[in-house]
Structure formats: structure tokens, C-alpha cells
């Protein structure tokens, strides 16, 4: 779940805004007829009904005109943020402690944790402080 916040999620979200933006920009021009004429534009009489205006295109995702390098790159830089964001906010142990990692024991895994170095030795004892 970590890989997908920090790495894909800030990777694809450009490019799903894009598209998404291609949709609800095809929807909108479809709704508006596709290339009717401006509001307030003059027509003779006689002629209302006549104006047969084409559907409008489905959008185009993967053509020449869509911006590859702009998604990419602010797909890095969002990804980027977010590593940086999660190294920053991910709790670390003080300077004068041991870690001691995840371990199997009597059938249960006890989790990683962090314990204060004795005083007057080099480490920590490999078990935990209870």
C-alpha cells in the first residue's frame, strides 16, 4: 500500500486528471451541440431549423496533442513530494537509541522498535524492554 501512495498514485494522477478533463471537455461541447452557433448570432428568418451542426468527436486520449512531458514530469515531481513527505513524517527513534527489528518468538512476531542504549555499555541488550 506504501509503494502505490508514494509511487503510482503521484505517478498517474496527472494523466488522470487529463483525462478526465478530455471527458468532461467532450461532454460539455456535445451538450452545446457539438458547433452550433454563438448565442445571439443572426439568422434570416426561415432558417432556425435548417443549421445541422456534426456530433462532436469522442476525445482523442492518445494523439499527438496530448502533453507526455508535462504529465510525466509532474507526475515526478509529484511523486518526489510525496517520498519526501513520507521520509519527513514517518516517526524515527533519538539519536542515543538502538533499533531492534521485527522477530519470531514462542509464535507470535513481535514488532521493530526502538530502545534506549545502555549507559554505560556499547548497546542495547537484543530484547526488549518490558
Not at 519470531?104 to 556499547?122: C, F, K, M, N
Amino acid at each position: 500500500m506504501r509503494v502505490f501512495l508514494t509511487v503510482i498514485l503521484p505517478l498517474l494522477t496527472p494523466s488522470l486528471v487529463y483525462v478526465i478533463w478530455l471527458l468532461i471537455r467532450a461532454r460539455l461541447v456535445a451538450s452545446a451541440g457539438g458547433g452550433a452557433p454563438a448565442p445571439g448570432a443572426s439568422q434570416q428568418p426561415g432558417q432556425a431549423g435548417d443549421q445541422v451542426t456534426a456530433p462532436a468527436a469522442p476525445p482523442h486520449f492518445l494523439g499527438d496533442d496530448v502533453p507526455w512531458v508535462t504529465l510525466t514530469l509532474s507526475g515526478a515531481v509529484l511523486a518526489m513530494a510525496a517520498t519526501m513527505t513520507m521520509y519527513f513524517i514517518q516517526p524515527v527513534g533519538a539519536p542515543d537509541s538502538d533499533y531492534i527489528p521485527p522477530r519470531y518468538e514462542d509464535g507470535r512476531i513481535i514488532p521493530g522498535q526502538t530502545v534506549p542504549r545502555d549507559e554505560g555499555g556499547e548497546g542495547a541488550e537484543m530484547t526488549p524492554a518490558r
